[in-house]
């Protein structure tokens, strides 16, 4: 089956600090991939959409010179938190669709949870 | 995409067929039926994906009401391990697009 790895699956680090998370798609390429934010006990949002070789769309809301992706790569989309402090603790999530998508879900990476002291 | 509605939690015995619903009234003649589920500090896993039909995979059935309203996803024997958190998500198919997510349903398997 399709496999997303992300990596790393934990980060804790001191505020200020930029962190930056990989989201590759292991047997499929994919030319969109998602980026997710999960607070506890709460549900996955939607941060932003990453396109392959152009710019990414972010949710209304989301701070893109905060929250810079990249996506170089049919099998790699990174997700970097400049300058982060404690309220961007959270757990982040990305996924990928399949660039032959007729009918195939998305997949999802295991998570990174990010702790900012 | 069209809304979904998932009691918010469940249980059932281990070895016990797990039936989690779903309400999707305005569902659109287009749009398909998925369920994923998120066991705790997971990431989400696909389970199953229907349009009219009822299907069955390793995982799970899906059953979906002929006025494609409804639909129940059946794990026929749940064991400790499907506890989880499960989402049904209505979505179009073939389109790179965000899935949303609602508060999902919440399956506690008792031994």
Not at chain 2, 40 to 68: C, F, V, W
Not at chain 2, 69 to 97: E, M, N, W
């Amino acid at each position: 089956g399709a496999v997303v790895s992300q990596h790393p699956s934990r980060v804790i680090c001191k505020s200020g600090t930029s962190v930056k998370i990989e989201c590759r798609s292991l047997d499929f390429q994919a030319t969109t991939m998602f980026w997710y934010r999960q607070f506890p006990k709460k549900s996955l949002m939607l941060m932003a959409t990453s396109n392959e070789g152009s710019k990414a769309t972010y949710e209304q809301g989301v701070e893109k010179d905060k929250f810079l992706i990249n996506h170089a790569s049919l099998t790699l989309s990174t997700l970097t938190v400049t300058s982060a402090h404690p309220e961007d603790s959270s757990f982040y999530i990305c996924s990928a669709v399949p660039q032959v998508a007729s009918n195939q879900p998305q997949h999802f990476g295991d998570g990174t949870r990010l702790s900012i002291l | 995409d069209a809304k979904t509605t998932q009691p918010p939690s469940m249980d059932c015995a281990e070895g016990r067929a797990a039936n989690l619903p779903c309400n999707h009234s305005t569902i659109s003649g287009n749009e398909y039926v998925y369920w994923y589920r998120q066991i705790h500090s997971q990431g989400p896993q696909y389970i199953i994906h229907g349009l009219k039909n009822n299907e069955t995979n390793e995982m799970a059935s899906l059953i979906i009401t002929e006025d494609r309203k409804s639909s129940t996803l059946i794990l026929p024997h749940a064991t400790l391990r499907d506890t989880a958190v499960y989402y049904c998500i209505v979505q179009f198919s073939g389109s790179a697009r965000q899935l949303t997510f609602g508060s999902g349903t919440q399956l506690t398997v008792l031994p």
